[in-house]
């Protein structure tokens, strides 16, 4: 069964500071995807990144950076040097193949507070 | 550039009643979903259609109905609505039937049930 789970319900740092959210997710497919997308205060969900199960590089835009292992099923995202804009709640999520199709299923999220 | 527009964009509604939240999109996307969000559970799978014509059971999909009578749209229908259905909904849509690509989101309709 697919399942998602992120464990930190809110992370608060100050500004500057490097934070983790982390991401570990169930699956039974050999072939996935893996999201992550942010919700600032506004309320639209923008995503972020996609991962597919075969590619386990880690991959870094900007201040942005994500850690993808399978033999831990974790697909972890780090924020270097934070900051303010960077508040928000971040959604990890799971994209696994069902009949005609593919599903995707989300994480609770984590609400991150960048503190100046 | 419109994307996924959704309406109402609030709504306040008595139990019982019956109320269809409508969704468009001018993407030309294969798969469309359904999620509502609820604090603390994150976003939840309620319904997907993978392509016109064609519907799925997602997460928690009791209490709510879809159709997908056409590429563009994907109404979601509450048939007799009860307290618990209070949520934010949103509407998304991605690239191909495969769904490998990034979910585009509308803005939500934030549905509160009396």
């Known amino acids: 069964a697919q399942k998602v789970t992120q464990a930190q319900t809110e992370i608060s740092v100050v500004e500057k500071e490097d934070v983790t959210l982390d991401c570990v997710y169930e699956t039974r497919d050999t072939t996935y995807y893996l999201f992550w997308y942010k919700q600032p205060p506004s309320g639209e969900l923008v995503f972020l990144i996609r991962r597919n199960s075969f590619d386990e590089q880690n991959e870094i835009s900007g201040r942005y950076s994500w850690n993808f292992q399978k033999s831990t099923s974790s697909f972890n995202f780090t924020i270097t040097a934070s900051q303010v804009v960077d508040s928000a709640v971040y959604f990890c999520a799971l994209s696994e193949a069902h009949t005609g199709g593919f599903k995707t299923i989300f994480g609770a999220g984590t609400r991150l507070f960048v503190k100046a | ?114």
């Open chain 2, 1 to 114: 550039i419109a994307g996924i527009t959704q309406a109402p964009t609030s709504q306040i509604l008595a139990a019982g009643r019956r109320m269809t939240l409508r969704c468009t999109q001018d993407m030309r996307h294969n798969a469309m979903y359904w999620y509502r969000q609820d604090l603390g559970l994150g976003l939840r799978l309620i319904h997907y259609s993978n392509t016109a014509g064609t519907t799925g059971k997602g997460e928690v999909p009791d209490g709510y109905s879809v159709s997908r009578a056409n590429t563009d749209d994907f109404p979601l229908t509450l048939a007799s609505a009860v307290p618990s259905q209070t949520s934010v909904y949103f509407c998304a849509s991605s690239r191909s039937g495969g769904n490998t690509g990034e979910l585009f989101f509308g803005e939500g309709s934030r549905l509160t049930v009396l």
